[in-house]
């Protein structure tokens, strides 16, 4: 699936998708979803849409039991990448709409979660889940997937491999807002959003969390003397995060690149 860009601007057909927080559908429903299904298993996305044309007005509920269908509990893999294709045609028919409910099921899933302290959450989830959060210029759709992303971190029992594609997905993100060396507001926004993602992820997840090209990206945006305030936004980020988090937190990587002589004189 291919997540809408920040870009990407909404129709004037968007349906409300507002306040979907049931998963618990009638039984038209659960047929509707399995229509949707099979028509996903055949990457039909216009059979998709004529199945959702039926009833736009369940489209909030039926977003929500998707999404709670990925998380948490693992899914065969054929079934999962159906629902992937059918949130990515509602993303691209209806972008603002469907990212708004698919925010709020999240974070909804992770609160929920969190009386277990257990998550099995998709790599390709986390992937569209990481670059949306970064992009979107919807500051309630970023709010909500943020706050979805803090609770992600403070699950102990995390398979690392998710936490590995959603760092990949963010460096990716980064580098290419980065290949300019003049950003406009849109991109210091998400290139302060990446660093600060970076920076969490060192915090709760350790060395784990620690990669060399986002050490880089971190550091080149230290770099860019053209544009003082997004150096100042960077800086600010370790004793931000430092408020909430000890250093002891932060894997013999991290502290050990935090105090390599370049980092230290590009700080001062």
Known sequence: MSPTSASETSTDGDVAMAGA????LTSEQEDLVK?????????DASK????SSRHPDWLPALLTHLIHRLIPSPIDSSQEQAILFVLGVWIRQQPTAAWKTIAEAVQA?????RISNH?????????????QMMETQDVAVH???WEAFLTFLTLSNVDPRPVQSALQELVQVWKNLLQQDVLNQTQSISAV??????VELLFAKGDVAFEEEASQLFLKMLQL???????????????????KHSLENLGPKTQQWLTTSTMISTTL
């Open 225 to 243: 003397v053209q544009d003082p305030l997004l150096q100042l936004s960077v800086l600010d980020l370790f004793p931000q995060v430092v408020e």
């Open 48 to 51: 998709v849409l004529e199945a």
């Open 109 to 113: 899933r992770m609160q929920s979660t």
């Open 193 to 198: 959003r990446c660093a600060m993602a970076w």
């Open 35 to 43: 229509d949707l299904l099979e028509a996903a298993t055949q990457q």
């Open 119 to 131: 998550v099995v959450i998709s790599p390709q989830l986390l992937q569209v889940w990481m670059k």
């Open 143 to 145: 709010s909500t997937l």
């Open 21 to 24: 927080s049931s998963t618990a």
